[in-house]
């Protein structure tokens, strides 16, 4: 018998996410692929023999709901190093599989139908349909190439009665852009003067170039007592595909963040989360290799394309970099980057994607997180491009 079931999603006309089109297309035309964000190297050594070890001893069954003990206490011991956060480690921390699943924990955790959330434009892919499943509204607030800057006047005019959280995103993906203290100054006004939520995310914490510093929220009590801060394992030891991130929030945010973690995932991978446990205790400075090996790679790949056609955008944080391809074609972006994947054989991403009101502009983005070896041969792809 065939039956035929209608339904309709909850997110219809969102279609499949732009990263797994595109890593597809670059599978399929054999292209190099600079498209989604991960890097074509490994994480370190030692902690991928930590897995192993963990794995071989037992360390196989559910792990505590909010994460185990041994991890909680090294991520305490990590925000306080290096924001000043006193957190709770049983209280306040919470081991996730990935950001992705933080950032929908703690939109479900606080978003009733009818709230609206303040997101900028462009925006991480995740952030609305987070949203929208949880019936709040996304008011978007536009950022404007070439620096992407927040402008504050513009949310304080789409902040109403309703407005329950602003989103924010430093280092920004798609943009590379970071927040500096003239925003922290504008978010701390507007959030406390209308009692609103912060949702930060912060996985590229580490990937902030040209000696700035990551202003994480965890920095600013008055923020912080207001905020889910969300990090990623799999950004800071290029491991995306294990999965792992963490929420650190107060107390009372925690606890309705862990009601709905507990029946969506209710823990996360055990043997990794005392493999992290162990590098973190055993290697706690790792992380601050991170800025400056990202940034000898954004500065290869700009000086290999300075003399492209492709104009290049500030790249301060992040592992992207985003690039203004008017003098090459008028195709708009999405078309344009078919085009690059198939006829030159490098997939990158289309921001328009990102937005829900693209701006007239030609811009697309590349993933830098990659081989030297790779890098060089994108590049002289990319270069060989005719201008107009
Ligand atoms: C801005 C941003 N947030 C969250 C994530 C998801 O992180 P995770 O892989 O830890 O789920 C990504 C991944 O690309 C990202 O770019």
């Given at each position: 018998m065939h039956f035929i079931v209608n339904i309709t999603s909850k997110l219809s006309g969102s279609g499949t996410t732009i990263f797994t089109v595109m890593s597809k297309m670059a599978q399929d035309f054999g292209a190099i692929n600079l498209s989604q964000g991960f890097p074509d190297f490994d994480g370190p050594l030692e902690l991928r023999e930590a897995v192993a070890r963990h794995i071989?001893?037992?360390h196989n069954q559910y792990a505590p709901l909010a994460g185990v003990s041994g991890l909680l206490e090294q991520i305490a011991i990590k925000v306080g190093a290096l924001y000043g956060y006193t957190a709770?480690?049983?209280r306040q921390v919470v081991v996730t599989?990935?950001?992705?699943?933080a950032i929908y924990c703690a939109l479900t955790a606080t978003i009733h139908p009818g709230d609206e959330v303040i997101v900028f434009d462009p925006a991480y892919?995740?952030?609305?349909?987070?949203?929208?499943?949880n019936g709040g509204v996304a008011r978007r607030v536009p950022l404007c190439a070439p620096d992407f800057r927040i402008d504050w006047q513009?949310?304080?005019?789409?902040?109403?009665?309703?407005?329950?959280?602003?989103?924010?995103?430093?280092?920004?993906?798609p943009t590379g852009a970071v927040l500096g203290e003239q925003d922290i100054e504008a978010l701390r006004e507007i959030s406390s003067r209308h009692d609103i939520l912060l949702l930060s995310d912060e996985v590229y914490e580490h990937l902030v170039?040209?000696?700035?510093?990551?202003?994480s929220l965890l920095r600013y009590p008055d923020l912080a007592e207001r905020s889910f801060c969300v990090f990623s394992f799999g950004k800071t030891y290029h491991v995306t595909g294990w999965r792992i991130g963490y929420c650190v929030a107060p107390p009372l945010l925690t606890e309705a963040f862990l009601g709905i973690h507990q029946f969506i995932n209710f823990s996360t991978n055990t043997p990794l989360q005392y493999a992290l446990a162990d590098f973190l205790r055993e290697r706690p400075g790792y992380h601050l290799e991170l800025a400056g090996f990202y940034q000898r790679k954004r500065d290869l790949f700009r000086d290999l394309l300075a003399s492209s056609p492709f104009r290049l955008l500030p790249s301060p944080g992040t592992f992207f970099q985003l690039a203004d391809y008017s003098r090459v074609s008028d195709l708009p972006d999405r078309e344009f980057a078919a085009w690059l994947t198939r006829e030159h054989g490098v997939a990158v991403i289309p921001i328009s994607v990102f937005y829900e009101n693209p701006p007239e502009q030609r811009i697309i983005r590349f993933c830098f997180?990659?081989?030297?070896?790779t890098l060089r041969d994108a590049a002289e792809r990319l270069a060989a491009i005719p201008g107009r």
């Amino acid at each position: 018998m065939h039956f035929i079931v209608n339904i309709t999603s909850k997110l219809s006309g969102s279609g499949t996410t732009i990263f797994t089109v595109m890593s597809k297309m670059a599978q399929d035309f054999g292209a190099i692929n600079l498209s989604q964000g991960f890097p074509d190297f490994d994480g370190p050594l030692e902690l991928r023999e930590a897995v192993a070890r963990h794995i071989g001893s037992g360390h196989n069954q559910y792990a505590p709901l909010a994460g185990v003990s041994g991890l909680l206490e090294q991520i305490a011991i990590k925000v306080g190093a290096l924001y000043g956060y006193t957190a709770n480690p049983e209280r306040q921390v919470v081991v996730t599989p990935g950001a992705t699943e933080a950032i929908y924990c703690a939109l479900t955790a606080t978003i009733h139908p009818g709230d609206e959330v303040i997101v900028f434009d462009p925006a991480y892919d995740t952030y609305e349909p987070g949203i929208r499943l949880n019936g709040g509204v996304a008011r978007r607030v536009p950022l404007c190439a070439p620096d992407f800057r927040i402008d504050w006047q513009r949310v304080r005019d789409v902040v109403t009665d309703r407005t329950r959280m602003i989103m924010l995103n430093s280092p920004h993906n798609p943009t590379g852009a970071v927040l500096g203290e003239q925003d922290i100054e504008a978010l701390r006004e507007i959030s406390s003067r209308h009692d609103i939520l912060l949702l930060s995310d912060e996985v590229y914490e580490h990937l902030v170039f040209d000696h700035r510093e990551h202003l994480s929220l965890l920095r600013y009590p008055d923020l912080a007592e207001r905020s889910f801060c969300v990090f990623s394992f799999g950004k800071t030891y290029h491991v995306t595909g294990w999965r792992i991130g963490y929420c650190v929030a107060p107390p009372l945010l925690t606890e309705a963040f862990l009601g709905i973690h507990q029946f969506i995932n209710f823990s996360t991978n055990t043997p990794l989360q005392y493999a992290l446990a162990d590098f973190l205790r055993e290697r706690p400075g790792y992380h601050l290799e991170l800025a400056g090996f990202y940034q000898r790679k954004r500065d290869l790949f700009r000086d290999l394309l300075a003399s492209s056609p492709f104009r290049l955008l500030p790249s301060p944080g992040t592992f992207f970099q985003l690039a203004d391809y008017s003098r090459v074609s008028d195709l708009p972006d999405r078309e344009f980057a078919a085009w690059l994947t198939r006829e030159h054989g490098v997939a990158v991403i289309p921001i328009s994607v990102f937005y829900e009101n693209p701006p007239e502009q030609r811009i697309i983005r590349f993933c830098f997180a990659k081989n030297e070896a790779t890098l060089r041969d994108a590049a002289e792809r990319l270069a060989a491009i005719p201008g107009r």
